[in-house]
């Protein structure tokens, strides 16, 4: 049981945007820094967002994040088919279980 | 650019230890943080732990009893035991460098491509 809330699954069609939200608590999102992950079926998964909005080099300006309270979100603009994936937000637990959550992911249907 | 590689055994026996090892390459091991993460099939990802290149460690407390981790800067690796493991256990292990600039800011930004570990008898 994941203590970061995703939808199970969003769609949207080429050419469009989609956001992708990340809902956590006062411990962790509320405390410290969002990341993103994108994970190609088959593949690794890749950082595409770290503190909460920064693009590591190569990951193109298509997607951002945002944070706000103890939510944060993931956007996506000018959808590719390519960009179909399973994602992942994540951030540190400050609680008494320390250490480092995942949602649950979020599969995306360009559809 | 850095790449990483995990290595181990593919099947284990239940009750046995998994033993992982992940290379790193076109880098250095040193002045940073490092990682095992794990995936059941079909599942989400689960952090099992850190290591520093020094040798200091945090678990995940769900995995603290069964987990150790360790170093070897000579070598330019580290690894990753679990032991008592059980078909709980049989997941894609990944192995990831940690991005930390500040407390709470960790990401990780560099991953090994997996190896999957089936327990088994």
């Known amino acids: 049981q994941s203590v970061l809330t995703q939808p199970p699954s969003v769609s949207a069609a080429p050419g469009q945007k989609v956001t992708i939200s990340c809902s956590g608590s006062?411990?962790?999102?509320?405390?410290?820094?969002v990341s993103w992950y994108q994970q190609l079926p088959g593949t690794a998964p890749k950082l595409l967002i770290y503190?909460?909005?920064k693009r590591p080099s190569g990951i193109p300006d298509r997607f951002s994040g945002s944070k706000s309270g103890t939510s944060a979100t993931l956007g996506i603009t000018g959808l590719q088919t390519g960009d179909e994936a399973d994602y992942y937000c994540?951030?540190?637990?400050?609680?008494?279980?320390?250490?480092?959550?995942f949602g649950r992911g979020t599969k995306l249907t360009v559809v | 650019q850095v790449q990483l590689q995990e290595s181990g055994p593919g099947l284990v026996k239940p009750s046995e230890t998994l033993s992982l090892s992940c290379t790193v390459s076109?880098?250095?091991?040193?002045?940073?943080?490092w990682s095992w993460i794990r995936q059941p099939p079909g599942r989400g990802l689960e952090w099992i732990g850190y290591?520093?290149?020094?040798?200091?460690?945090n678990y995940n407390p769900s995995l603290k009893s069964r987990v150790t981790m360790s170093v070897d800067t000579s070598k330019n690796h580290f690894s990753l035991k679990l032991n008592s493991v059980t078909a709980a256990d049989t997941a894609v292990y990944y192995c990831?460098?940690?991005?930390?600039?500040?407390?709470?800011?960790?990401?990780?930004?560099?991953w090994g491509q997996g190896t999957m570990i089936t327990v088994s008898s």
């Open positions: 290591i520093y290149y020094t040798g200091s460690t």
């Open positions: 503190e909460n909005n």
């Open positions: 990831a460098r940690v991005y930390y600039e500040t407390s709470g800011s960790d990401a990780f930004d560099v």
């Open positions: 994540g951030t540190w637990e400050s609680s008494l279980s320390a250490g480092m959550v």
């Open positions: 076109g880098g250095s091991i040193n002045n940073y943080y």
């Open positions: 006062s411990s962790n999102i509320g405390k410290n820094y």
